[in-house]
C-alpha cells in the first residue's frame, strides 16, 4: 500500500513569523505535518501540498517551503495555486520537488498533478497544451491514475466559492470521465471537507472528487464535517493499493498556538 499525505493552501509568506488570517502560517503548516504523522503513525510515502503555497508569491515563501521539505525525509508534489507564482515557485524548488503539471510514480499508481494556476486570475483554468499533455498521459497510461489540482473541478455548493472554482472544466471532465485509469480527483482552494463523484458516461464506477482542508484556516462548511470539527485545520490521507483500490480518511487537529 503507497500512503499520499495531501496537505492545502499554507499561504506562506517570505517572513517566517508572518500571519495570514490572524495564524503563522509557517508554524501551522509545521504543526500540521507533525500532527498529521503522529495520526498516520507512520511517514507519508509522498506529501502532496496542493497549492496556495505563498500568500505574497514571494521568492522567499518558496525558500521558507524548501527549509521545511528538507527537513522532511518524504518526496514531494507541489501544485500551484491562484495564490502563488509559478515561475519563482519552480526556481526555488524545482530541484526539490515535482512541480505541477508533471506524472509523479506512485508504486503501482501514477499521479497525474496538474496547474490549475491562471495569473491574474482568482478562479483557474487548465490551458489547452496541459489538457493536450493530459490527454496523452491518460492515453499512455497502464496503472490506476490519481489527479490533483488547486481549483475545485466542479460546483461544491457554496455561494463564495463557486464563481472562483475552475473556468470552462468541460474537457477537464470530459477527459478524466473517460478513462477508467482515473480513480479520483483531489483538490484544494475551498478550505474545507467536501466530497462528491461524478457518473462516467461509459458506466461503470463513478468517478470520486475529494476536497482538502487548509493547514492554516477553515472557510464555512458546504458539507458536514465526518470528524465534528469544521473549523480545525486539516489534510487527508489517500492510501493507494496494489489492485487499484483506494481509502481516503479526513485528518482534523487543534491550530498551532505559541507556547
Known sequence: MFCVLQLS?????????GRCRGRVALEALRHGWQQ?????QRRPDLLLISGDLCQDESLGGYVRLRELLEQWPVPAALLPGNHDHPALLRAALGRTAWIAPALVPLGPWQLLVLSSHRPGAVAGWIDPPQLAWLERQLQAATAPVLVALHHPPLPIGSADLDGIALQQPERLLALLLAHSAVRAVVFGHVHQHWQGQLAR?????????WACPSTLASFAAVQPCPLGQPHWPGGRVLELEAGGGLRTRLLRWSPWEPA
Open 201 to 209: 458516461p461509459q458506466g461503470g464506477e463513478a468517478l470520486p472528487l
Open 9 to 17: 493552501d499554507p499561504h506562506l509568506l517570505a517572513d517566517p513569523h
Open 36 to 40: 498529521a504523522c503522529a495520526q498516520l
